[in-house]
Every structure is written in C-alpha cells, then in structure tokens.
C-alpha cells in the first residue's frame, strides 16, 4: 500500500516536472523564434561557420552583403572572396585554432568594399570550439573618409604652398605656428624669422591705411579670437624689417578643437599696396568722364561709384554708400533678376566684356534705362575675380524711342497677322529675299527651314505662273505701275499647292533709278479662288440651265405645232390603208406615208422630252433590270470587237421613271459610246451604284441632298474636245455623220433626266475617252415594277354615240371627225370653241362626249371642261393635245375631263380612249 501511494506521488512528481520543462521548452522556442527575428533584421551580417569553414546558418544582411541568393552549405571564402582557399589572414581559422575572438578589416575586391570581420568561436560544454559566429560590417564610407582626410591634409599642404596668397596660421596666443612660402615673401623674412614673432609683435608698426594708429582690439586676430567669427577684406599696412610700408588685406577664421575650444586662427593675406596705389589713381581719372564709372574690389568687397553714377540718377555726390547691395534695390523689379543672372554669369563664364541693360531707380522715383559695360581687369589664380571696372551710360531716351518702333512694329505685326499677311523684303543688290515667320507658316515652313534667298522663292512658285507674275513684277520695275500686284500659286511643304496673292513695291533706288529694295506681302486665297471656281461652275450650269430653258420653250411650240401638222397625215395614211387593199401600190404608198407621220411623231416626242413638256408614266423601277436587257439588245448592234463590261450593283433601291425613256436613256448612251470607238477593238463600260449625296458634292444645281442611283458608261473612244464641250447637249448638235444621228440623242437625254429631277454629266479628254454620269434619286421604299403586258392588241372598238370636236385648226377637226366616224360615232365638229360651247349650251342632251383641244385662242380646253360641266355637271370631256400637262387625277375627275389623247392621234388610241370614257360615263 505504502509503496503504490509513494510510486503515485513520485509520478505526479514526474508529470509536475515535465509540464515544468514543457512550460521553459515552449518560452525557449518563443524566445529563438524573437532571436532568429532580431538576429534576421541585423545591419550586420551574422552567419555560422564550422570547422571546413562552410557556413551553416546565415542572417538576412549576410545575403545582401554577399549578393547570394543562399550562402548556406558554401565555403565563406568563396562567397566572400571567391576564393577557392581560406583567406589568408583568416579569423575564422584563428578563432578556431586559439579559442578566441579575432577582429579583422578587409578589402574585398570583387565588390569593391570594406568591410570589419569579428569572430567569436562557440564551444560546447568541454570547452571545444564547435563553430565560429562570423560578423561582417559594411565599413566601406568609414574608409573612404579616413582616405579622403589623408587626401585632403596633402591637399590642403599643396595648396598652402601654390597658393599666390599668404597663408599664416597662429595658435590662441597669436604666435606662428605654420607660414607658406608666399607669407615669407609679402613679410621680407625667413620662415624661421617668422615663427619667432608673434602677430600682434610691435616690430610690424601696424597702422591704418591712412598711417594712423590702429586700434589692437580691431585688428582681425583679435577680432576673430573674441567673436570666434571669420573676418574679411581688413586692410592694414606694416613695415617690413627692410623698412617697406605695404598695405595688407586679411582675412582671418577661427580653427576649433573636438571641445569646441579655439585651438588657432588662419590667416590669409594679400599685398595689395600697387592695387590702392592704382586705384586711388583710377578714382582721380574716372571722375573726369561723363558717364557713371564704378569700379569693384572683389577682395574687401567695396565699390566705388564716381560722382557722374550718383548725378545721372538725381542724388547728390556719395547721397547713398557704394555697395552691391545698394545697386540691387537702384535695379527696377523687372529687371533685378536678368540683371544679377547677367552678371553672375559673366563673373562664371568669364568672357571678354560684360554689357547689359537695364533701368535703374532716380531720386524721383522714376527709373532710367543703363547701358552697364564693364570688364574684369584682374584675376586670381583659381580664376576668382579681384577687380573689376564699369561704366553705367543713360540711354533713356535711346531705350525710349526703341520701345515706340517695336511697339510699331507690333501692332504692324499683329495687323499684318489679322489679315492673313506675311511679309517678304527682296534686296536686289544682295540676292537675300527675307520672309517673315508667317510668310513661311503659311507655305507649312518654319522659317529655319528655308533660305532666305531669291531661288528659295522662285523654286516655290509654280511652273505655269512664273512667266507672267514676272511679267507684271517686271512692269513695276520699270515704273510702269504704282504697285506690284499678282496671283500665283507656291508649294506647301507637303507637296500641295496654295494661291497666293502677292503685292509689293519698291521703296529704295540708287541716284541711277535703278530699284535696291522692294517689300510686300503675301496673302493665302486658296479659299477665295475655290470658292470663286465654284461660282464660275454654277454660273456656267446656270447659263446652260436658261440656255436649255429658252430652247425648251422654243422646242415645245415648235413640237405643237408640228404635232398639228402631223394629224392629218398620220389620219389620212391611216384612212387610206383601209380603203386600199394591202397588195396595192396605193396601199403601200399610204404605208411609207403613214410610217413618216409616226416617226415625225417620236421625233416630237423627243423634242418634248428635251423641252421637259412632255408627260409619261412614272412608276417605281429597278434600273438594274433594264440596264442589262438594254446591254442585251445592243450586244447585237455593237461589233464584238468592242466588249461592253458591266459592274451593276444589285442592292442598288428603286427609282421612279418611265421604263422605256430609262431604256431610252441608256441605249442613246451605248450608241453614243459605239460611235465614239468609230472602228477598231475598244471597251464600253456600264455602272451603277447607290450614293448619298449633299452639300458640295451635288452635281445639279437643283438636286435636293439624298440617295442617288448613279449610273456611268465610260468608253475608250477618241474623247470629246473641250471647244465643243458645252455644245453636246444642245439639240441637232453632232459631229457623226448624216447617218449616225440627228443630234437630239443627248439633249433628249437630258431633257428625261431634268423630268426626273436628276442629273447628267460628262469627263473628257481628247484621246483618252469619255465618261457619262447620269444621277436620278433613289425612291425611299422599296416596291414591285409595274408589268408590261405582252398580249396581242384587241380591235379596235366601235359605237354610235354622239360627239361634239373641237379644235382650232381645221385639217384636225376635218381629219378626227372622219376617223370617229368611221368608228360609227356622230361627230360635230367646231373650230371655234365659243361656237361649240354655245350649241352645248342649248342642245347638250343631244350629245353624250365632248373631245377638245388643249390650246386654242378663244378658250383653252381645261376651260372648255368647267364650263360644260357647269352647264351638265359630270358630264364627260376628253381633252386631246399635243402635250400632256401634269394635272393631278382628281382635279381633273372634278373639272369632267375623263381622258386625254395625246397628237397626232393614231385610230386604234382614239378608238380606245372614246369607247373607254363613254363605258366609264355610263357606269356613273
């Protein structure tokens, strides 16, 4: 029992214990892990070295120090020095061979760094060495500081010795303790004389400048021993042991101990008894000039201004002290800054004289304008200067009268700039032709990019222009004109052309007459002479537009009165084809007449189309389709040896016309083509494209902007001459011969084209073929094209209603009375329109039909209409003309016309219309 209760408690012993241990175990590892933190973040580099001296653990900075991404596992020797042996002296290896720590400072060479090595050896608990902690520290600035000192101590030992100035340092009590060769010179004594006398030694005799007495405390040793300040430019004179009297200036600085406490005081000295002697020489001279002198001691820092600098700025002689300082408050604010800039860098650069301008303040308050010259006359010899003299001239009035010209010359500038003026100045003695920068500008130059001479112009204008601006420049030379006055073209610097307008004149001659110089002005009117072709364009599509009017007019009553001819011959023919058999001579006879009459009808009809009176039937086209069955049927025309191409674009929209003036359109511009290529191998080319078109690029002076179907033949023929080039629309104007056209092919053309609100035009040059373009627009939605029916002609309808005719001329009432009669109508006919309206008046129950001519002298036809369906409302009109005047379906449904036939009437067309408004009539 008493043993199982002891092995108890042992083992709660035991377990205490180990929790004990596990609690010291875990603050250790906290405390390696803080360790491993602290000995990482070092600025000194740590790592473990074993006995082969390979490193074993390695803290962050050794990385860096090393430059190696893992150093661990590798020879310190060769990370450190790469070297394949230890470092020779190691301490590593002494730390390992002694026991003890070793310190050690090292070049390392690849890196190009010092660095301090300190070893401690780690042994174990028998006192053995285990490994070495190798500590490395960057000691590099350290060093090169300790070089730079030594540097600097041989530095200053050179200087003390080159230096053209004397160089004495005295300890606290005033007594010599370093003098350079120079000090020995300025003081007449050995060195080893020198250092047995103290600076303050009544052997000196030191006085002022003047020769009085000069007060010990004032003196710089003692000015510097009890400010502990540096003093400068302290003029005194001593007599050498020689008996010499020489003035010194010095300038003195205290030299501290690591206490702070003055250790000594350096000296340096000049002699400067020739410099005063001059100056004081100077002074006397200076005044005697009139403008301001001032003169600067770069040494003691004084300036001396003459009494001529004080007057010229309103002050009375030495009213302020001569000083830098006191200058920079004269300087004006806006020049203060050019002003010192100026001057500190001459005093840096060194050139051979200094000038500068810039105003300065009087008495007054007002600031007069300085012309400052001046010149270092000496300097040191490390290129300091030491004096310096200069001269202050007032050019206030100069500077004044400057300021008005460029003034001037401003706002000529800016007016000139305004006005879109550049400037050019032509010497003729030298050849030099100056621009100004916004001559150049204007031509895409800079003005550094051009020579300023007369073949930098002439290479600028173009060819074609030369002859006759030198002509006129010419004629101005000889004094024929006031002024030089021309418009050319010049090259910008991209290769394009501007119009230039140039004027000028000569301002200076020789006593001979003879021009020296000449000046003017360029002015860029590209935009002028563009907007000025333009108009030219638009005024030749106008005069063309009331050409073509005038000649439609003209086209269209002489289409009426032939179609009034034409009636009675196509009528009569007509008639006698029926009484004759067709196997009679009379029968064929009446053929060719009647074949005559109908092509005099197309001919009126294609005056009608030139002179746009003519009405036919618009309907919504697909221009693709009728371009290529036209191409079909002329492929059959056209010799193969001329290929006809075609690029049609099928997306291209609808178009409202007539299919068979559209037709029309296009076969005349494949003959047309044809005829151009004469004989030989050639190509006409047919096109057609949709475009969008406004503003500038419409070709019609009355097109509206929109989409166009734009339709071109282009031929490789003998091209049109540009004498004739206006002509070729006009009607009966041709150059084929008498059986290759009459000349109406292209005025017809364009006639359809103006109905449709289009637009035709041309390209040529002689030899190198033509281009047509025909622009019609383009319907906004798509729609079907109307069908042409291809069934045979009915016969021609009869009836046996009464009709009242009526027609001025008395061929055509005589001529349709038979023909309607024939039909089986009962016709009365009138050729006054009066006369027939009053028979309606009183008998219209007895007809059932009016046909009327459009024209007539009493009354028209339109009004013919009202007043029978005023005096029978609804009752049914025809109206028969040789035009066909645009009058919308309704009006004329309300004014009774119920039909149109159009002259010269051919017998099946009026059979037609007459039994189709009295079926009509009937219905209603």
Known sequence: MCDNESSHERLQEYQKKIKELEKEIGFLKSENIRLEAILADLETGLSMV????????????????????????????????????????????????????????????????????????????????????????????????????????????????????????????????????????IAGLEIKEIYKRSYNDLKWEIKKVDGTDYPQEELPFNLVKKNKKPVFGIEH???????????????????????????????????????????SELRHILEATTDGIWTWDFVSGELFFSSKYYTMLGYEDNEFAPGYENWINLIHPDDRESAIKTSEEYLKNKPENYENEFRLKTKTGEYKWIKARAKVTEWDGNGNPVYMIGSHEDITQRKRSEILLEDSKKRLSLALFGGGLGVWDWNFETGEYFFDEYWASMKGYSPCDLVPNLETWKKLIHP?????????????LKGLTEFYEAEYRMKRKDGTWIWI????????????????????????????????????????RLQHLYKMEALGALAGGIAHDFNNILVPIVGLSEMLMEDFPEDSEHYSYSREIFKSGMRGSELVKQILAFSRQSESETIPVKFQSIINDTVKLARATVPSSIDIKTNIDKKCGYINGNPTQLHQIVMNLIV??????????????????????????????????????????????????????????????TTKGNDKGTGLGLSVIQGIVDEFKG????????????????????????????NESGEDPEPEPKGTENILFIDDESPITNISKATLERLGYKVTAFNNSMEALELFRKKNEEFDLVITDMNMPEITGLELAVEVNFIKPGFPVIICTGFSERIDSEKAYDLGIKGFLKKPVVKSEMAKEVRRVLDNSKKS
């Open 50 to 185: 074993n006995k082969d001296f390979t490193i074993t653990w390695a803290n962050n900075k050794t990385y860096e120090i090393l430059s190696e991404t893992d150093p661990v596992g590798k020879k310190c020797h060769k990370v450190f020095s790469l070297s394949e042996t230890p470092c020779s002296p190691c301490p590593v290896f002494e730390s390992f061979k002694t026991g003890e720590p070793q310190r050690l400072e090292k070049y390392n060479l690849p890196q190009k760094k010092w660095y301090s090595i300190f070893s401690l050896p780690v042994k174990n608990l028998k006192g053995d060495v285990e490994s070495v902690l190798e500590a490395v520290t960057d000691i590099t600035e350290y060093k090169q500081a300790e070089i730079e000192a030594l540097e600097e101590k041989k530095l200053l030992n050179q200087i003390m010795e080159t230096s053209p100035a004397g160089i004495v340092v005295v300890d606290k009590n005033g007594f010599f303790i370093r003098v350079n060769s120079r000090a020995e010179e």
């Open 672 to 733: 047309n083509a044809y005829h151009a290529i004469e004989s030989g191998n050639g190509i006409i080319s047919l096109g057609l494209i949709q475009k969008y078109l406004d503003g500038d690029n419409l070709p019609g002076v009355s097109m509206a902007p929109g989409e166009y179907a734009v339709f071109t033949v282009e031929d490789t023929g003998k091209g049109i001459s540009s004498d004739i080039m206006d002509k070729i629309f006009d009607p009966y104007f």
């Open 237 to 279: 004179s001593i007599v050498r042991s020689d008996g010499k009297k020489i003035i010194l200036s010095v300038n003195a600085a205290p030299i501290f101990d690591k206490n702070g406490m003055l250790e000594c005081i350096v000296s340096v000295i000049e002699d400067i008894s020739g410099l005063k002697k001059a100056y």
């Open 464 to 476: 074609e222009d030369f002859p006759s601006l030198m002509e006129r420049f010419n004629s101005h």
């Open 759 to 786: 637009c035709i035009n041309v390209n040529s040059e002689t030899g190198k073929g033509s281009v047509f373009t025909v622009y019609l627009p383009v319907v906004q939605k798509d729609v079907n094209i109307k």
């Open 501 to 540: 307008l140039s004027k000028g004149k000569v301002f200076e001659k020789d006593k001979a007459g003879n021009p020296l110089r000449a000046c003017g002005t360029h002015q860029d009117i590209t935009e002028k002479k563009e907007y000025e072709k333009k108009q030219a364009n638009l005024e030749k």
